[in-house]
């Protein structure tokens, strides 16, 4: 049986075609593609993408020089194209794709490619590879093994290489504005889809997570707030994120013990690792708040990547990093990833092999684990799936979930640190099942879940490739519009080069990209052709923004960081950029011509942040009385100093927006004592929430309960 793991993340050979000129003269293939007896496994839509030391003369690629065989040595009708600064040729699948019947391929590249100069390849270069139209399956505990055991000697081939070579709608709105309801929901990427989150409410109480424990407090009334009852947890479990789905709390959180305590047989008779990390889910009903009763748990191997629930479902990602090294002394470890869930069985279970995945190309030595509980049949058994390979960010939307992991491509003969691309992951959600639809390969890499969408069947996704302030490559972004197969149908490329994306917001057929480098550009771009988008207008102003907020379809709101040039030059002549306080600003891009900036609000100085800078779930909205919130702590610069701070408060501020009256300060709360000179832990705001005409504050020491009429104080609870 031919190896197929050379295919999928198994031993990718770079190829260093030399020819008869110094190394320096020479014209070399230096990306990552197999030369090898044994035939490549690939998924049908396979893009090849081939890069050369040098710039290659455009006469010389061409069908004549770049083909693809099919298995009778015709050739097929793939698309040419030179990429990269002319550095890179890409052939594209046939617009039918290939035929899955006849699936046997080669791709040839022969020596009449060359370099401006003249300067020829050495000999023609041939890989031969076979189409799926799937992702196969592990099969067996050998294969498995084998995977692994690959991995090992791959990693050992990468550092001695490095050594020798290098010196739908997608508009925020929260699930309780979904639903017309008055109390807070969080903020929420897509509409209908909730996101786990520290703190939760239901419209009466609050439920919060305080260090290993979870409370449950009566807040309503506001002036007779008190704690219902708390959760608390054995040492083993922190608790981490929330949700609430009718009359269940569920609590995620982290999970590490020693296997010996889990399963009959001792790890080294399983020969399994003996102890792991996992993802814990616990449901509780919460009918009776004073006394909630568990009535589920579960338990998926790895770290929690991200979490959502849709439709009484919850679907939960983790990463989970097998100790595959183990196998250098134990060739017959059990390297699955574990599972147990009770409303299937006590007893803890390995995901079968035939239900173990592994993507194309992939160089990732981890499983990405999806997990989907229907809280709302809780006899119903959790399904669990697995991929090798990785994941770095999630996109859901109501039909589809995105996986977006970045991968390595080797210059090792050009003498260029490894650049990172991306490979998307399409799953289709149905019925409460995950399935594998297809992948792409696109360049660059992405920031966040805000810089992927899909609309109208289309994925659209946002990324940066390069490294800003690297005058020989410097940076550049770009947005790609792939259609319901992730073939890619339109991109904007090249944009701002030398920065990097902050943010983006992708509104229907108007997508707003953030990048920086000494302003902030605005870009706004019209997607609503998306063979062919284009830039309708940009704005460059100081600062940049981190997150982006719709304030209605023709105004955004802006949370980043206020910027200025220092004195001095940084390596390579460069202006020194330091960020100083926080800013809001509220964009009108009504003409989007000529986006402004209607109104900005610049807070504190140096060292000031928020939780808000890095997420968008700290930002309370509370749209039908246009108030935007969230934690902050301020220091203000040191006089005579150019880059020394002092702490001045910590709290939350809470804002009214308007496109009438710009943005308006409506309260300054704080938790800590009169007179503190530093920030005190339990007394930090976390978050703020709203039920009905009350904004509530929380930090792990109270809750504070305000009117909104004129944000004076109408309950409080201690909490310790």
């Not at 035929?99 to 391929?105: E, M, Q, T, V």
């Not at 982290?254 to 990390?277: C, L």
């Not at 981190?546 to 200025?564: A, Q, R, V």
């Not at 909205?621 to 001045?648: A, C, H, R, W």
Request: hydrophobic residues 35%.
């Amino acid at each position: 049986m031919k190896n197929k793991w050379l295919l999928f993340g198994g031993i990718t050979i770079t190829l260093l075609i030399l020819t008869s000129f110094p190394f320096f003269n020479r014209l070399t293939i230096v990306s990552s593609l197999a030369e090898s007896k044994e035939e490549l496994i690939v998924l049908s839509n396979k893009v090849w993408e081939v890069t050369f030391s040098k710039e290659l003369d455009p006469e010389s690629v061409s069908s004549a020089s770049v083909y693809v065989l099919n298995d009778e040595g015709e050739k097929e009708k793939v698309k040419i194209s030179l990429k990269n600064n002319l550095k890179s040729i890409e052939v594209q699948p046939p617009d039918e794709g290939y035929n899955l019947h006849s699936p046997h391929y080669t791709l040839v590249i022969t020596n009449h490619i060359k370099t401006k100069r003249g300067q020829n390849l050495n000999g023609s270069v041939k890989t031969a590879f076979k189409v799926i139209n799937t992702l196969p399956a592990i099969g067996s505990k050998d294969e498995l093994n084998r995977f692994f055991s690959k991995m090992l000697k791959e990693e050992r081939t990468f550092l001695l290489d490095r050594e020798v070579a290098i010196s739908e709608d997608s508009s925020a709105k929260s699930s309780a504005e979904s639903a017309g309801t008055d109390y807070s929901g969080t903020n929420v990427q897509v509409s209908g889809i909730d996101e786990a989150d520290l703190l939760k409410t239901d419209g009466t109480h609050i439920y919060k997570i305080s260090e290993n424990k979870v409370q449950i407090i009566k807040a309503v009334p506001a002036d007779k707030m008190e704690m219902e009852s708390q959760l608390t947890f054995s040492e083993d479990f922190t608790p981490f994120q929330l949700f609430i789905e009718d009359n269940q709390l569920i609590v995620m959180g982290h999970s590490y013990k020693d296997v010996r305590k889990h399963i009959r047989n001792v790890p080294s008779e399983k020969m399994i690792a003996p102890a792991y990390q996992s993802t814990k889910t616990i449901v509780y009903n919460i009918e009776n708040k004073q006394k909630p009763k568990q009535i589920r748990e579960a338990e998926v191997e790895g770290s929690l990547l991200a979490s959502r629930l849709m439709d009484g479902k919850v679907y939960l990602i983790t990463s989970y990093y097998p100790e595959y090294w183990i196998l250098e002394k134990h060739k017959n470890a059990d390297l699955r990833p574990r599972y147990y869930d009770t409303a299937q069985s006590m007893e803890e279970q390995f995901v079968d092999y035939n239900k173990i995945k592994y993507f194309p190309d992939s160089h990732q030595a981890n499983y990405i684990n999806i997990a989907v509980m229907n809280v709302r049949a809780n006899r119903e058994p959790l399904s669990v799936s697995s991929y090798l390979g990785s994941g770095n960010e999630f996109y859901m939307s109501k039909h589809n979930l995105y996986l977006a992991a970045t991968h390595y491509n080797e210059e090792i003969a050009d003498r260029k640190m490894p650049h990172p691309d991306t490979s998307i992951y399409k799953f289709n959600l149905k019925d409460g099942k995950v399935e594998f639809q297809t992948s792409a390969e696109i360049k660059g890499t992405v920031l966040n879940q805000f810089s992927m969408d899909e609309y109208k069947g289309n994925f659209r996704v946002v990324t940066t490739k390069g490294v800003a302030w690297d005058g020989r490559n410097p940076s550049s972004n770009s947005l790609y519009i792939l259609d319901k197969n992730l073939k890619q149908i339109g991109q904007l490329e090249d944009l701002a080069k030398g920065e990097r994306i902050y943010s983006a917001r992708f509104m229907n057929e108007r997508i707003y990209m953030v990048t920086f480098k000494e302003t902030d550009p605005l870009f706004v771009i019209d997607g609503s052709n998306p063979e062919k988008p284009s830039i309708l207008g940009e704005l460059k102003i100081p600062g940049f923004s981190n997150y982006l907020h719709p304030l209605d379809e023709n105004h955004l709101i802006g949370f980043g960081h206020d910027t200025k040039i220092a004195g001095g030059k940084a390596a390579g002549g460069q202006p020194v950029i330091t960020t100083d306080g926080i800013k809001i600003s509220l964009f009108d891009v009504s003409d989007t011509s000529n986006p402004v900036e209607k109104d900005s609000e610049i807070i504190g100085g140096r060292g000031t942040y928020s939780p808000l800078n890095y997420d968008h779930k700290a930002l309370l909205v509370d749209k039908k009385k246009n108030l935007y919130g969230f934690p902050i702590s301020i220091y203000q610069n040191k006089k005579g100093s150019q880059f020394e701070s002092t702490f001045d408060f910590q709290g939350a501020l809470i804002y009214k927006i308007t496109v009438e009256n710009g943005i308006e300060l409506q309260s300054k709360i704080t938790h800590q004592t009169e007179e503190t000179i530093y920030e005190e832990w339990e007394n930090a705001i976390e978050r703020l929430i709203y039920i009905g005409d009350y904004i509530y504050s929380i930090s792990p020491g109270k809750i504070n309960a305000y009117h909104t009429d004129a944000f004076q104080k109408a309950g409080e609870l201690k909490l310790n």
